[in-house]
T-cell receptor
Framework: SQKIEQNSEALNIQEGKTATLTCNYT??????LQWYRQDPGRGPVFLLL?????KEKRKERLKVTFDTTLKQSLFHITASQPADSATYLC?????????????FGDGTTLTVKP | EAGVTQFPSHSVIEKGQTVTLRCDPI?????LYWYRRVMGKEIKFLLH????????ESGMPNNRFLAERTGGTYSTLKVQPAELEDSGVYFC???????????FGPGTRLLVL
Protein backbone atom coordinates (compact mmCIF):
# COMPACT_ATOMS: atom_id res chain seq x y z
CA SER A 1 0.00 0.00 0.00
CA GLN A 2 1.05 3.61 -0.47
CA LYS A 3 2.64 5.23 2.54
CA ILE A 4 4.36 8.50 3.48
CA GLU A 5 6.42 8.68 6.65
CA GLN A 6 8.00 11.71 8.23
CA ASN A 7 10.92 10.90 10.46
CA SER A 8 9.49 11.57 13.83
CA GLU A 9 6.57 13.30 15.39
CA ALA A 10 8.81 15.79 17.19
CA LEU A 11 12.28 17.18 16.72
CA ASN A 12 13.98 19.45 19.26
CA ILE A 13 17.13 21.38 18.40
CA GLN A 14 19.15 24.29 19.69
CA GLU A 15 18.99 27.69 18.05
CA GLY A 16 21.63 28.12 15.38
CA LYS A 17 21.82 24.44 14.52
CA THR A 18 20.59 22.85 11.30
CA ALA A 19 17.29 21.03 11.48
CA THR A 20 16.91 18.07 9.14
CA LEU A 21 13.48 16.58 8.54
CA THR A 22 12.88 13.41 6.57
CA CYS A 23 10.05 12.33 4.31
CA ASN A 24 10.06 8.74 3.07
CA TYR A 25 7.50 7.22 0.77
CA THR A 26 6.65 3.81 -0.61
CA UNK A 27 4.65 2.72 -3.61
CA UNK A 28 4.46 6.20 -5.11
CA UNK A 29 5.99 7.70 -8.21
CA UNK A 30 5.49 11.37 -7.48
CA UNK A 31 5.88 14.03 -10.13
CA UNK A 32 6.85 16.48 -7.42
CA LEU A 33 7.04 16.91 -3.71
CA GLN A 34 6.16 19.91 -1.59
CA TRP A 35 7.05 21.02 1.91
CA TYR A 36 4.66 23.08 3.98
CA ARG A 37 4.82 24.77 7.34
CA GLN A 38 1.80 24.69 9.63
CA ASP A 39 1.37 26.73 12.80
CA PRO A 40 -1.26 25.85 15.43
CA GLY A 41 -4.74 26.86 14.32
CA ARG A 42 -3.59 27.78 10.82
CA GLY A 43 -3.62 26.17 7.42
CA PRO A 44 -0.46 24.80 5.79
CA VAL A 45 1.78 27.41 4.19
CA PHE A 46 3.73 26.42 1.08
CA LEU A 47 7.51 26.56 1.41
CA LEU A 48 9.24 24.69 -1.41
CA LEU A 49 8.42 22.45 -4.34
CA UNK A 50 10.89 20.03 -5.92
CA UNK A 51 10.24 18.04 -9.07
CA UNK A 52 11.18 14.42 -9.74
CA UNK A 53 14.00 15.45 -12.07
CA UNK A 54 15.52 17.88 -9.55
CA LYS A 55 18.02 16.86 -6.90
CA GLU A 56 18.06 19.95 -4.75
CA LYS A 57 16.22 23.23 -4.24
CA ARG A 58 17.13 26.17 -2.03
CA LYS A 59 15.32 29.18 -0.70
CA GLU A 60 17.07 31.42 1.80
CA ARG A 61 17.80 29.19 4.84
CA LEU A 62 15.80 26.28 3.46
CA LYS A 63 17.09 23.41 1.37
CA VAL A 64 15.21 20.42 0.01
CA THR A 65 16.68 17.32 -1.59
CA PHE A 66 14.79 14.67 -3.50
CA ASP A 67 16.14 11.17 -4.12
CA THR A 68 13.68 9.16 -6.20
CA THR A 69 15.88 6.06 -5.92
CA LEU A 70 15.81 6.11 -2.13
CA LYS A 71 12.22 7.46 -2.25
CA GLN A 72 13.19 10.14 0.20
CA SER A 73 13.19 13.90 0.60
CA LEU A 74 15.24 15.78 3.17
CA PHE A 75 14.26 19.25 4.35
CA HIS A 76 16.95 21.35 6.00
CA ILE A 77 16.65 24.60 7.92
CA THR A 78 20.06 26.13 8.52
CA ALA A 79 20.84 28.59 11.30
CA SER A 80 17.54 27.69 12.92
CA GLN A 81 15.65 30.22 14.99
CA PRO A 82 12.89 29.86 17.61
CA ALA A 83 10.53 31.39 15.02
CA ASP A 84 11.08 28.28 12.89
CA SER A 85 9.22 26.22 15.49
CA ALA A 86 6.19 24.73 13.75
CA THR A 87 4.91 21.53 12.20
CA TYR A 88 6.39 20.73 8.81
CA LEU A 89 4.47 18.64 6.32
CA CYS A 90 5.61 16.93 3.17
CA UNK A 91 3.13 16.26 0.38
CA UNK A 92 3.45 14.20 -2.78
CA UNK A 93 1.75 14.96 -6.02
CA UNK A 94 1.38 12.77 -9.06
CA UNK A 95 1.03 13.75 -12.67
CA UNK A 96 -1.69 13.13 -15.19
CA UNK A 97 -5.16 12.36 -13.93
CA UNK A 98 -4.07 12.58 -10.29
CA UNK A 99 -2.39 15.98 -10.62
CA UNK A 100 -3.35 18.34 -7.81
CA UNK A 101 -4.42 15.57 -5.46
CA UNK A 102 -1.78 16.08 -2.79
CA UNK A 103 -1.04 13.23 -0.39
CA PHE A 104 0.31 14.41 2.95
CA GLY A 105 2.54 12.92 5.60
CA ASP A 106 1.68 13.20 9.29
CA GLY A 107 4.10 16.04 9.85
CA THR A 108 7.08 16.63 12.12
CA THR A 109 6.81 19.19 14.90
CA LEU A 110 10.04 21.15 15.17
CA THR A 111 10.94 23.05 18.33
CA VAL A 112 13.94 25.34 18.23
CA LYS A 113 15.14 26.26 21.70
CA PRO A 114 16.93 29.54 22.35
CA GLU B 1 -3.96 40.05 -2.68
CA ALA B 2 -6.37 38.29 -0.34
CA GLY B 3 -5.62 34.69 0.48
CA VAL B 4 -7.98 31.76 0.68
CA THR B 5 -10.72 32.40 3.22
CA GLN B 6 -12.98 29.93 4.94
CA PHE B 7 -16.14 30.36 6.93
CA PRO B 8 -16.95 29.61 9.68
CA SER B 9 -13.68 29.23 11.54
CA HIS B 10 -15.36 26.90 14.05
CA SER B 11 -18.61 24.97 14.12
CA VAL B 12 -20.07 22.83 16.87
CA ILE B 13 -23.15 20.83 15.92
CA GLU B 14 -25.02 17.81 17.13
CA LYS B 15 -25.05 14.48 15.40
CA GLY B 16 -27.72 14.42 12.74
CA GLN B 17 -27.60 18.15 12.02
CA THR B 18 -26.45 19.77 8.81
CA VAL B 19 -23.44 22.01 8.42
CA THR B 20 -22.28 23.99 5.41
CA LEU B 21 -18.69 25.15 5.08
CA ARG B 22 -17.68 27.86 2.68
CA CYS B 23 -14.42 28.54 0.88
CA ASP B 24 -13.45 31.60 -1.12
CA PRO B 25 -10.36 30.88 -3.21
CA ILE B 26 -7.77 33.38 -4.33
CA UNK B 27 -9.26 35.46 -7.13
CA UNK B 28 -8.47 34.02 -10.53
CA UNK B 29 -7.65 30.53 -9.26
CA UNK B 30 -9.60 28.01 -11.28
CA UNK B 31 -8.54 25.07 -9.13
CA LEU B 32 -10.11 24.57 -5.73
CA TYR B 33 -9.49 21.68 -3.37
CA TRP B 34 -11.06 20.43 -0.17
CA TYR B 35 -9.04 18.46 2.38
CA ARG B 36 -9.69 17.42 5.93
CA ARG B 37 -7.69 16.34 8.93
CA VAL B 38 -9.39 14.18 11.48
CA MET B 39 -7.91 13.81 14.97
CA GLY B 40 -4.53 12.10 14.95
CA LYS B 41 -4.46 11.56 11.21
CA GLU B 42 -2.81 13.20 8.24
CA ILE B 43 -4.47 15.75 5.98
CA LYS B 44 -6.47 13.88 3.36
CA PHE B 45 -7.74 14.94 -0.01
CA LEU B 46 -11.50 15.14 -0.49
CA LEU B 47 -12.06 16.65 -3.92
CA HIS B 48 -10.83 18.97 -6.63
CA UNK B 49 -12.78 21.47 -8.70
CA UNK B 50 -11.64 23.02 -11.94
CA UNK B 51 -13.85 26.05 -12.27
CA UNK B 52 -17.33 24.71 -11.53
CA UNK B 53 -16.60 21.10 -12.55
CA UNK B 54 -15.59 18.31 -10.21
CA UNK B 55 -12.27 17.05 -11.52
CA UNK B 56 -11.73 14.41 -8.86
CA GLU B 57 -14.01 13.53 -5.96
CA SER B 58 -12.37 10.24 -5.09
CA GLY B 59 -11.64 11.34 -1.52
CA MET B 60 -15.21 12.11 -0.51
CA PRO B 61 -15.98 9.70 2.33
CA ASN B 62 -19.65 9.02 1.53
CA ASN B 63 -22.81 10.53 0.12
CA ARG B 64 -23.44 12.60 3.24
CA PHE B 65 -20.89 15.03 1.83
CA LEU B 66 -21.88 17.35 -1.01
CA ALA B 67 -19.56 19.92 -2.54
CA GLU B 68 -20.58 22.60 -4.97
CA ARG B 69 -18.90 25.45 -6.79
CA THR B 70 -21.57 27.30 -8.65
CA GLY B 71 -20.19 29.86 -11.07
CA GLY B 72 -16.65 28.67 -10.49
CA THR B 73 -15.95 31.09 -7.67
CA TYR B 74 -16.58 30.15 -4.03
CA SER B 75 -17.32 26.60 -2.97
CA THR B 76 -19.47 25.05 -0.28
CA LEU B 77 -19.12 21.68 1.41
CA LYS B 78 -22.26 20.42 3.08
CA VAL B 79 -22.37 17.55 5.53
CA GLN B 80 -25.87 16.13 5.99
CA PRO B 81 -26.51 14.47 8.38
CA ALA B 82 -23.33 14.95 10.36
CA GLU B 83 -21.85 12.02 12.27
CA LEU B 84 -19.36 11.98 15.12
CA GLU B 85 -16.54 10.79 12.86
CA ASP B 86 -16.92 13.88 10.68
CA SER B 87 -15.24 15.97 13.38
CA GLY B 88 -11.96 17.46 12.27
CA VAL B 89 -10.45 20.39 10.45
CA TYR B 90 -11.62 21.04 6.90
CA PHE B 91 -9.16 22.89 4.71
CA CYS B 92 -9.72 24.51 1.38
CA UNK B 93 -6.89 25.30 -1.02
CA UNK B 94 -6.68 26.92 -4.43
CA UNK B 95 -4.15 27.07 -7.21
CA UNK B 96 -3.78 28.79 -10.54
CA UNK B 97 -2.51 25.68 -12.30
CA UNK B 98 -3.78 22.24 -11.44
CA UNK B 99 -0.39 20.76 -10.86
CA UNK B 100 1.53 23.18 -8.71
CA UNK B 101 1.50 25.23 -5.54
CA UNK B 102 -1.70 25.13 -3.58
CA UNK B 103 -2.54 27.95 -1.19
CA PHE B 104 -4.43 26.84 1.88
CA GLY B 105 -7.06 28.60 3.90
CA PRO B 106 -7.04 28.64 7.72
CA GLY B 107 -9.48 25.76 7.96
CA THR B 108 -12.87 25.21 9.57
CA ARG B 109 -12.81 23.29 12.82
CA LEU B 110 -15.88 21.08 12.98
CA LEU B 111 -16.95 19.31 16.12
CA VAL B 112 -19.89 16.95 15.98
CA LEU B 113 -21.30 16.05 19.40
Amino acid sequence: SQKIEQNSEALNIQEGKTATLTCNYTNYSPAYLQWYRQDPGRGPVFLLLIRENEKEKRKERLKVTFDTTLKQSLFHITASQPADSATYLCALDMSGANAGKSTFGDGTTLTVKP
Amino acid sequence: EAGVTQFPSHSVIEKGQTVTLRCDPISGHDNLYWYRRVMGKEIKFLLHFVKESKQDESGMPNNRFLAERTGGTYSTLKVQPAELEDSGVYFCASSQDGWETQYFGPGTRLLVL
